[in-house]
């Protein structure tokens, strides 16, 4: 019986890292996608204050920077892929443009 040699197969190829520009691009989409959720938010009623538990004025003053928080860390952890879609239209059109 002869020893049989594992199968290897070669690595796939690895992207280049993103560029500082590309970097400050994403980060630009990944923002505004926070912003948009943080709209959407706001209108579906998150952070609306009702009833005798509410918070009153107060809670009222600052439900915003609560839904800020909560669309911002939705975006980075993927939101609804609109940050995606602005980064590589972004991309596209510099390419495009033939600026960087």
């Known amino acids: 019986m002869t020893p ?17 520009h590309e970097a400050e691009m994403r980060e630009a989409a990944v923002k505004l996608e926070a912003n ?4 959407m938010l706001k209108h579906a009623g998150l952070g609306d204050t009702e009833g005798a538990f ?6 009222e003053q600052f439900s915003s920077f609560l839904r800020q928080e909560q669309s911002q860390l939705m975006a ?5 892929g609109l940050a995606e879609t602005i980064f590589e239209a972004m991309k596209a059109r510099e390419a495009k443009n033939g600026s960087n």
């Open 54 to 59: 509410s918070g009153g004025v107060g809670e």
């Open 76 to 80: 980075e952890a993927g939101g609804i």
């Open 36 to 39: 948009f959720l943080a709209e």
């Open 4 to 20: 049989t040699q594992p199968i290897t197969q070669p690595a796939p190829p690895q992207p280049a890292p993103p560029t500082q």
